[in-house]
């Protein structure tokens, strides 16, 4: 069983900082990307930012400069700082794991349950 768990989301002022936690844990053999996306009411989920197991990054446009993303290998965990928030960059945000629970199983996503983030102008 794997689990997705995070942590860090609230509510912010614009132009505020938070910083989003993902902790994956479980039988796991090997994780690929990891990413966060993000739901606002009425919208699609979108994805904010996604890294690799060799750190390379992909930004959303509207988060380029402002946004950061980074993992820690040895714990399973990603991270997603945010800065300059703005009232648009409220939503659910979802934590996502391409991985494998077994050398012999394929890749697989996993999500986490969100955390709200709300950005008050």
């Known amino acids: 069983q794997v689990q997705l768990v995070e942590s860090g989301g609230g509510l912010v002022q614009a132009g505020g900082s938070l910083r989003l936690s993902c902790a994956a844990s479980g039988s796991i053999f090997s994780i690929r990307t990891m990413g966060w996306y993000r739901q606002a009411p009425g919208k699609q989920r979108e994805l904010v930012a996604a890294?690799?197991?060799?750190?390379?990054?992909n930004y959303a446009d509207s988060v380029k400069g402002r946004f950061a993303i980074s993992r820690n290998n040895a714990k399973n965990t990603v991270y997603l700082q945010m800065d300059s928030l703005t009232p648009e960059d409220t939503a659910v945000y979802y934590c996502n794991a391409d991985l494998k629970t077994d050398f012999f199983f394929a890749y697989s996503e996993y999500w986490g349950q969100g955390t709200q983030v709300t950005v008050s102008s």
């Open positions: 890294i690799t197991a060799g750190s390379s990054t």
